[in-house]
C-alpha cells in the first residue's frame, strides 16, 4: 500500500494533434492516481470531508524525458516521501512498459484546506499517512522558488473569465484548465519544434468562477495567472528543448 500503481495504454481519444499526452491530461493523471492512493490508505474525499477539509495541489514540478505516445502501455507509480504540519509531498514516476524506461519524473506538494474558512488544515493528525511515508528517492526536484512576472516583462498574453464548465468539486479553477490556459500562451508552430522537458507550477490564490484572469509570459519560460497582478493566483516556468 505504500506504493500505488496505475497502468493504462494512451487511446486516440486522449492524444493532441502530434499523437502525444497533452500535458494537462499528464497532470490530471498524476491527480487521480494520487486520488487513488489516498482513497485506498484512508485520507481520500470523503475520509477528508468527515472535518470539513479537502485536498488541494499546491505545487508541481514534472521532468519529461518524452511524452507518452499514441497506443503505448504505461505504468505510472506514486507514493508519500513527508508530511508536515501543513504539507505532505508526493512523488511520481511514469514507466513505458515495453522497455521499463522512466519517461516522465515528478514531484508535488499538497495541502488541506478548510472549505468554510478556505484556510489550511492541520495534517499532523493523519497517522494513515504518516505510516506510508517511503524512503525511496524522487527523480524530480521539487519545483523551484518562483517569483510573479513583472508587467514589463511580459512578451505576451491574454485575457480568460471563468466559466461553469471551469470549475471543480473545490469551485475553483481546475488544476487541467490552468495548464490548458499556460500551455495556450504558446501556438502550434512552436509545439511542432519544441517540446516541454520541465514544467513546474505554484498555486497561490483560488481563481473562482466569474473572475477574469490575465495570463502571461515571459522571455525565460516564466508564466503567471493573475486576477489582479499585485496578487498572483499561479506562477509557472517551462523549460523547452528542440523536438
Request: aromatic share 8%.
Amino acid at each position: 500500500m505504500n506504493i500505488h500503481h496505475h497502468e493504462f495504454r494512451l487511446v486516440a481519444s486522449e492524444v493532441d494533434s502530434r499523437l502525444r499526452m497533452p500535458l494537462s491530461s499528464l497532470v490530471v493523471a498524476i491527480i487521480d492516481i494520487a486520488t487513488a492512493h489516498a482513497n485506498r490508505i484512508g485520507v481520500g474525499y470523503d475520509d477528508m470531508m468527515k472535518t470539513n477539509s479537502s485536498w488541494v495541489l499546491s505545487r508541481l514540478a514534472i521532468d519529461i524525458t518524452e511524452m507518452p505516445r499514441l497506443g503505448e502501455d504505461y505504468r505510472m507509480s506514486t507514493w508519500i516521501t513527508g508530511i508536515s504540519r501543513l504539507f505532505s509531498d508526493r512523488c511520481f514516476e511514469l514507466r513505458r512498459l515495453s522497455d521499463d524506461a522512466v519517461v516522465v519524473s515528478a514531484h508535488s506538494v499538497w495541502m488541506a484546506i478548510d472549505m468554510t474558512t478556505r484556510r489550511p488544515s492541520d495534517l499532523t493528525a493523519l497517522n494513515a499517512m504518516t505510516e506510508r511515508i517511503l524512503d525511496r528517492p524522487c527523480a524530480c526536484l521539487p519545483a523551484s522558488p518562483l517569483r510573479p512576472l513583472a508587467r514589463e516583462a511580459a512578451d505576451y498574453g491574454f485575457d480568460y473569465t471563468v466559466k461553469v464548465s471551469d470549475i471543480d468539486v473545490n469551485r475553483h479553477l481546475t488544476t487541467r484548465r490552468y495548464i490548458d490556459l499556460l500551455v495556450d500562451l504558446y501556438d502550434l508552430p512552436f509545439y511542432e519544434s519544441h517540446a516541454i522537458s520541465r514544467f513546474e507550477i505554484a498555486f497561490k490564490r483560488e481563481v473562482r468562477y466569474g473572475e477574469t484572469v490575465a495570463v502571461s509570459r515571459g522571455a525565460d519560460g516564466a508564466a503567471m495567472i493573475a486576477s489582479d497582478p499585485a496578487s498572483p493566483n499561479a506562477l509557472s516556468k517551462m523549460i523547452f528543448s528542440n523536438d
